[in-house]
């Protein structure tokens, strides 16, 4: 089922071929749904990954009422629900009388992906950041974490979690940065890797830079380095009204695929 659709099923797809299905190394629970035959054993037919985030990557109505029925026999634990907007959006509607109101929801979200050179030529300046760096990439993730989700990822235990997290995609090579006078102007990074696709995200330029396309040449160099490099597939997702960035993706090759749907709390 995770290979049925590589782009749509990355962020899942990931953490199994490096964890597996056991709970505790996979960082949450693998639900799914079968069909059950009048002889022999069912088929599997709905998948849902509950952990950090909710994912529900696919089903029909049934699955979706019973993916929710097991999600409120405890309390929320998820900060967000994301993945395909069919089945976010189902679940969404079986659990909003108990779980809601949501902080947002982000029902139009093109999935695109690219997996030929881009078309935009990629910036130079463009490199993965170096442990050492941190503390100069940091402030702009932060940045950009609270521009992109509205609020800031520090609250609750000083940011520990978060700084704990961006150390961990920088020290596994996947943040990439433009520094200038030791800001960083550009910055992108690779969230989740299956073997076969890279969803980038985090995508961010520094306000006094905007408009003159780092963007576009910042994120054609990590799409140039996850298709060239590591010999994936490079995809991302982007909010339906960011007419800007669904612009410069366009200009880069990315064509959408799919269709995402996030409901953050």
Same mark, same amino acid.
């Given at each position: 089922?995770?290979?049925?659709?590589?782009?749509?099923?990355?962020?899942?797809?990931?953490?199994?071929?490096?964890?597996?299905?056991?709970?505790?190394?996979?960082?949450?629970?693998? %639900?799914?749904?079968?069909?059950?035959?009048?002889?022999?054993?069912? !088929?599997?037919?709905?998948?849902? =990954?509950?952990?950090?985030?909710?994912?529900?990557?696919?089903?029909?109505?049934?699955?979706?009422? *019973? =993916?929710?029925?097991?999600?409120? #026999?405890?309390?929320?634990?998820?900060?967000?629900?994301?993945?395909?907007?069919?089945?976010?959006?189902?679940? %969404?509607?079986?659990?909003?009388?108990? %779980?809601? $109101?949501?902080?947002?929801?982000?029902?139009?979200?093109?999935?695109?992906? @690219?997996?030929?050179?881009?078309?935009?030529? $990629?910036?130079?300046?463009?490199?993965?950041? #170096?442990?050492?760096?941190?503390?100069?990439?940091?402030?702009?993730?932060?940045?950009?974490?609270?521009?992109?989700?509205?609020?800031?990822? !520090?609250?609750?235990?000083?940011?520990?979690?978060?700084?704990?997290?961006?150390?961990?995609?920088?020290?596994?090579?996947?943040?990439?940065?433009? =520094?200038?006078?030791?800001?960083?102007?550009?910055?992108?990074? @690779?969230?989740?890797?299956?073997?076969?696709?890279?969803? @980038?995200?985090?995508? %961010?330029?520094?306000?006094?830079?905007?408009?003159?396309?780092?963007?576009?040449?910042?994120?054609?160099?990590?799409? #140039?380095?996850?298709?060239?490099?590591?010999? !994936?597939?490079?995809?991302?997702?982007?909010?339906?009204?960011? *007419?800007?960035?669904?612009?410069?993706?366009?200009? @880069?090759?990315?064509?959408?695929?799919?269709?995402?749907?996030?409901?953050? =709390?």
């Amino acid at each position: 089922m995770l290979t049925a659709d590589p782009v749509a099923s990355c962020m899942v797809a990931a953490r199994v071929e490096t964890a597996g299905l056991d709970p505790w190394r996979l960082g949450g629970e693998m %639900w799914g749904c079968d069909v059950r035959g009048l002889r022999g054993p069912g !088929r599997l037919e709905a998948l849902c =990954f509950a952990g950090p985030n909710l994912i529900p990557l696919r089903g029909k109505r049934s699955a979706l009422r *019973a =993916f929710a029925d097991r999600a409120l #026999r405890r309390r929320r634990m998820c900060s967000s629900m994301v993945g395909p907007a069919e089945q976010v959006l189902g679940l %969404w509607a079986e659990l909003e009388a108990e %779980w809601g $109101p949501a902080r947002e929801v982000r029902a139009d979200q093109p999935l695109m992906s @690219i997996s030929t050179a881009p078309l935009v030529a $990629p910036d130079p300046g463009v490199r993965q950041v #170096r442990p050492d760096e941190l503390d100069r990439y940091l402030p702009a993730a932060v940045r950009m974490f609270i521009e992109e989700v509205g609020i800031d990822p !520090r609250i609750g235990d000083g940011g520990a979690g978060y700084r704990a997290r961006v150390a961990e995609l920088i020290a596994a090579g996947r943040a990439f940065a433009r =520094f200038e006078g030791g800001d960083v102007v550009f910055k992108a990074e @690779i969230g989740a890797m299956s073997g076969s696709v890279g969803q @980038i995200q985090g995508v %961010w330029v520094h306000p006094d830079r905007r408009g003159h396309g780092l963007g576009a040449t910042g994120t054609a160099a990590v799409v #140039r380095r996850l298709v060239s490099g590591m010999g !994936r597939t490079a995809s991302l997702y982007v909010n339906g009204y960011n *007419a800007p960035a669904r612009a410069v993706y366009d200009r @880069i090759g990315f064509a959408q695929v799919g269709q995402y749907a996030t409901v953050l =709390f």
